[in-house]
């Protein structure tokens, strides 16, 4: 493998509900951070995987991912980009791709990995894999009172993992004084070009609780 995998896993799912981090909350008795790093080291073009961890729980972060998978684990900050950058910080100079991804998106398949690397062997500076919006959207005043319709076809759902030349991710985030939602935000802000792939039904990102309840029936689907 030519590729490192960041895994941003330091939040704290505020909007699951109260309990654990969300990357150690169970889906089917395994923490979410399990089933993300199985699939992440399935897949054949990852040579070394860094997650950032609720800095409380890099021990046992690290004790949980022995048994699946050859892992880095670091303490995150309290911003998700504080957490990717550091584990960034980590990867050596020598890895030319880099992909970010979320632990909260833990059924994201292997071969999605390997659709968004090869993306940038091919040649882009920054892959993100994207489906199109199902749902009809409408710009709304803050009173409720509808503004108008968004050209939907034009718009996408953007998920991870995001692909990236080392070198575009690191200039992105040192030059990313703002915060942003996604990596691929920070290179876009660079004036650096962004390539869509499709995405996965199965990369989706546990949020709310009802997430938790689809990935439970999405994983009798899902490659292990
Ligand atoms: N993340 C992180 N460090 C943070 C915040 C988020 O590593 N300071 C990670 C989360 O662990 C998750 C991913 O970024 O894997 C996407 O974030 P999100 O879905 O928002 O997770 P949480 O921040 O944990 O959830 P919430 O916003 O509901 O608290
Ligand atoms: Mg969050």
């Given amino acids: ?8 896993a330091a939040g704290a799912g ?6 654990a981090p969300k ?14 790093i199985r699939r992440t080291a399935a897949a054949p073009s990852v040579r070394m995987i860094v997650v950032a961890a609720p800095p409380a729980e890099v021990e046992a972060v690290h004790d949980l991912l022995a048994p699946v998978a050859p892992v880095i684990v670091v303490a995150g900050g309290a911003e998700r980009q504080d957490s990717v950058a550091a584990a960034l910080a980590v990867v050596p100079d020598d890895v030319g791709i880099v992909l970010v991804h979320d632990a909260a998106r833990c059924l994201a398949p292997a071969e999605l990995f390997e659709r968004v690397a090869a993306a940038v062997r091919d040649g882009a500076d920054a892959v993100i894999p994207a489906l199109p919006v199902v749902d009809t959207i409408k710009e709304v005043a803050a009173d409720g009172t509808v503004l108008g319709t968004v050209d939907r076809s034009v718009l ?8 990236f030349r080392a070198g575009t991710l690191r200039a992105a985030h040192a030059a990313a004084a703002d915060s942003h939602t996604d990596d691929a935000g920070a290179v876009e802000k660079l004036g650096r070009p962004v390539l869509c792939v499709p995405g996965s039904d199965f990369a989706l990102k546990i949020t709310r609780p009802i997430d938790l309840a689809l990935a439970t029936h999405l994983l009798k689907l899902s490659e292990p």
């Fill in 1 to 8: 493998g030519d590729v490192a995998v960041v895994v941003p």
């Fill in 14 to 19: 505020v909007r699951l509900g109260p309990g």
């Fill in 23 to 36: 990357a150690l909350r169970l889906l089917e008795g395994e923490p979410l951070l399990v089933h993300a």
């Fill in 156 to 163: 996408r759902a953007v998920q991870t993992p995001q692909g």
